[in-house]
């Protein structure tokens, strides 16, 4: 697994942008610590193993 | 008639149908509640006042014309203000939405209407349900009634839920659970509140936070109130695909009181054992309490945990990102900070890491299935600390300090993440007078056992009766 990168707020406005937000210059740097620790923290879902289990959502007994 | 504020919904509806009490008393009752109390608690959004004195005179013409009437006739109440109903503003907390006025009832709402059921004002709540603490900067921060001299958090999102049925200001309310919105505000408010199983209540027509992980379900003061308004709220709906076809069970028909051979599985490792002391020791009394009255106790640990909190924040943040989309590019100044900063974390969720949540879903579902093939119902806390004060950020837990939003959601989010069904009632108070919760989980569709075991354990004791300082 790739460490991950320093997040930059050109990085963060770069990938607001692809996601279709444009959100302002300062707003972005503030989010950038909580960006940066919410990508660690999903990171972590890297050693669910999806060969154990199948995504599913929820129970729908029919 | 003052009296008729602590009134459960039970013998409202019982004195209604027998003529001991006018559905319109019943309603002016409350609303004078509300008029006093909710400067303070804002508790309420929207006052249904002219809607609510017509429905209960309506109500009582048909009392009195002796036709057949439902099982909840005129008795008031409030749902959370993310459930539509029809004319009247649906804001889900929000100025984005002050001039929503729907053109039709949630199904829920409507299903309630038709068990008589009147409407007394819209609750108060966590900007669109995202947060526990129910906090919200446009309506006002609710107050938990519990403490008259100290602002403290109501919990959340349900949070006027639970504060207005705290402090009888009406005798139920509807919630919505996505991380523990409605087992949150029943532990830190000192009532009860059930959500039932994924796909046992409609979701059409309520304002959503995560599809996959909302549920709808009732606040009250006791177990027995709680079922009589499941009873009206479940079973399949055509405008909800994730409802289920299963067929609905008297659910009062279930509280038998008895509690005898009831296997109940205590969680110790990640719950109880991180839980605050005075928390852990009202929880362990309620399980001994359990146990007395005949029921079997063993220990039980759930192994896949840890990586709950991240996937939760995958699903939730992905599906509230995509819901808000639309609103987060025109109008993103318009949410209180809070909401904005969440709901802009989501685009930090990837398909990968979506999808990877998904899959943990199906195994931790798995392991309480496993957990609950040889019991009846796990036990543990709602929440590990009682109500914090407004604006406390941080808490000590068994295992370390914790930032007070993660705590609060920490023993109640495993089972959104699973579906299972879990109600929340009062167990204690710690030495500040502050309600402390039991949490309650069962088998999926299994709503019957959580409330028989919730009831039974309410006729043993009376922290259900206790009222509030500011009430």
């Known amino acids: 697994m790739l460490p991950h990168m320093e997040i930059t707020l050109d990085t963060l406005k770069r990938v607001t942008r692809l996601a279709g937000f444009e959100w302002e210059d300062a707003e972005l740097e503030a989010l950038r610590p909580l960006f940066a620790r919410t990508l660690d923290m999903l990171g972590r879902l890297d050693a669910v193993d999806l060969a154990v289990s199948e995504p599913s959502t929820q129970y729908r007994v029919l | 008639m003052a009296e008729l504020y602590w009134t459960p919904v039970a013998d409202l ?18 609303l004078d509640r509300v008029t006093a109390l909710d400067p303070k608690l804002k508790a309420f959004i929207t006052v249904c006042d002219v809607a609510a004195l017509a429905g209960a005179r309506a109500a ?163 177990a027995r109130d709680c079922a009589l308004m499941l009873g009206a709220m479940a079973g399949y709906d055509p405008a909800d695909a994730s409802t289920s076809v299963l067929p609905v069970p008297d659910y009062a028909a279930a509280l038998t009181g008895d509690v005898k051979g009831l296997r109940v599985g205590i969680l110790r490792a990640h719950f109880l054992d991180v839980a605050a002391p005075e928390v852990r020791q009202a929880v362990e009394a309620a399980a ?73 879903r199906a195994r931790v579902r798995q392991e309480v299935d496993a957990a609950l093939a040889r019991r009846d119902v796990l036990l543990a806390p709602t929440t590990p600390i009682a109500a914090p004060a407004l604006g406390q950020q941080e808490t000590q837990l068994g295992d370390g300090p914790s930032d007070v939003r993660s705590a609060l959601i920490r023993f109640t989010r495993p089972f959104n993440f699973s579906g299972h069904p879990a109600i929340s009632l009062p167990c204690g108070f710690t030495p500040a007078g502050l309600p402390v919760g039991l949490q309650l989980v069962g088998r999926p569709f299994d709503e019957a056992t959580v409330l028989r075991a919730a009831d039974a354990y309410q006729r043993l004791t009376d922290w259900h009766t206790r009222r509030p300082p500011v009430a």
């Open chain 2, 13 to 30: 509806a019982r004195m209604i149908a027998a003529r001991e009490v006018s559905p319109v008393e019943v309603v002016r009752v409350h």
């Open chain 2, 288 to 360: 001994k309490a359990l146990e007395q009255a005949g029921a079997t106790l063993d220990e039980v640990k759930l192994e896949h945990l840890a990586l709950v909190p991240a996937a939760a924040m995958a699903i939730v943040g992905a599906e509230a990102l995509a819901y808000h989309a639309p609103w987060l590019r025109a109008r993103s100044a318009e949410y209180q900070p809070d909401v904005r900063a969440r709901l802009k974390l989501g685009v930090a969720v990837s398909a990968n890491h979506y999808l990877r949540a998904q899959a943990l």
């Open chain 2, 60 to 222: 009582e013409a048909a009392v009195l014309a002796g036709g057949p009437l439902g099982p909840l006739h005129g008795v008031p109440y409030g749902p959370k203000d993310l459930y539509c109903t029809k004319g009247v503003a649906t804001t889900g907390g929000s100025t984005i939405l002050a001039d929503f006025l729907p053109d039709t009832d949630a199904t829920v709402v409507a299903r309630l209407a038709a068990a008589g059921m009147l409407v007394l004002g819209k609750l108060n709540m966590h900007e669109f349900a995202y947060g526990p603490e129910g906090l919200n900067g446009h309506y006002g921060n609710v107050w938990n009634p519990w403490d008259a001299g100290t602002h403290r958090v109501a919990g959340g999102s349900s949070s006027g839920s639970g504060a207005a049925v705290a402090a009888g200001a009406c005798p139920a309310a509807l919630g919505s659970d996505t991380g523990g919105s409605i087992r949150i505000p029943a532990s830190l408010c000192g009532i009860t509140g059930i959500k039932p199983t994924y796909g046992r209540v409609s979701r059409a027509g309520v304002l959503p936070l995560a599809w996959s992980m909302d549920h709808c379900g009732p606040m009250a003061r006791t």
